[in-house]
């Protein structure tokens, strides 16, 4: 014959059974509420960053930079440039780096020495305007003749900087001109270009 439980035995069950469904009402009611607070949170984030907020300025901390390429580079991207004309290999040049379209890499001022009779007259010599590129430079264009002092100025056109040579040795009074950027090249013949008023101030020595 099966004996009931003592009474006292009953309610320790209830009062566990009780206290366990409680211990699942307070689970589920914590577990909703930190659901509830993640997507709130979540939805003020995106709603920050759709807004110019948090995500573009961060974004904003870390711009891209532009690689500036180094003078080997520059170095063997002329003598490309000689093999490919036919001129002589062996020809030496003095060069200048400078950022003459603003984009970040310094571009290059090429003025050949020798042979003399290939690269120069009386007048001066031959001077080529090389763009950095992304891995090698690209040749604007020759300007011939040239000779030093020459400057580079900080006025500019179509987005470059205007080179600032001098034209000495001919019968006409020596003069200085501007060489600008006409959207595709310089100008090639200083000789053929009107006096231009150099304040020094504005304009950055190059060669000497």
């Known amino acids: 014959m099966l004996r009931r439980p003592q009474p006292k035995l009953w309610a320790e069950y209830r009062y566990s059974f009780r206290a366990t469904e409680l211990s699942f009402s307070l689970d589920a009611m914590n577990s909703s509420w930190l659901g509830n607070l993640l997507i709130l949170t979540t939805t003020l984030l995106l709603a920050a960053c759709g807004h110019g907020g948090c995500c573009q300025r961060e974004a904003s901390l870390t711009p891209m930079e532009t690689a500036d390429l180094d003078d080997s580079v520059m170095r063997g ?3 490309a440039f ?5 001129a002589p290999v062996s020809s030496l040049y003095e060069f200048k780096r400078i950022d003459l379209d603003h984009d970040g890499r310094r ?3 090429v003025l050949f020495k020798n042979p003399y009779g290939y690269w120069c007259d009386t007048h001066g010599c031959t001077m ?3 763009r950095a590129g992304s891995d090698k430079f690209e040749l604007v264009n020759a ?7 020459l ?4 006025t500019q056109s179509n987005g470059w900087k205007d080179i600032i040579v001098r034209v000495t040795g001919r019968w006409d009074e020596s003069k200085d001109v501007a060489m600008t950027y006409n959207g595709a090249q310089y100008a090639d013949n200083p000789s053929t270009m009107p ?3 150099l304040a020094s101030n504005t ?3 190059v060669f000497y």
Do not use: E, H, K
């Open 143 to 149: 300007i011939q003749p040239v000779r030093a002092p």
């Open 82 to 86: 000689l093999q490919q004309t036919g």
């Open 195 to 197: 006096p231009y008023l």
């Open 107 to 109: 571009d290059a001022l």
């Open 77 to 79: 991207s002329v003598t």
């Open 203 to 205: 304009a950055q020595p």
């Open 128 to 130: 080529l305007v090389m």
């Open 151 to 154: 400057y580079v100025s900080n």
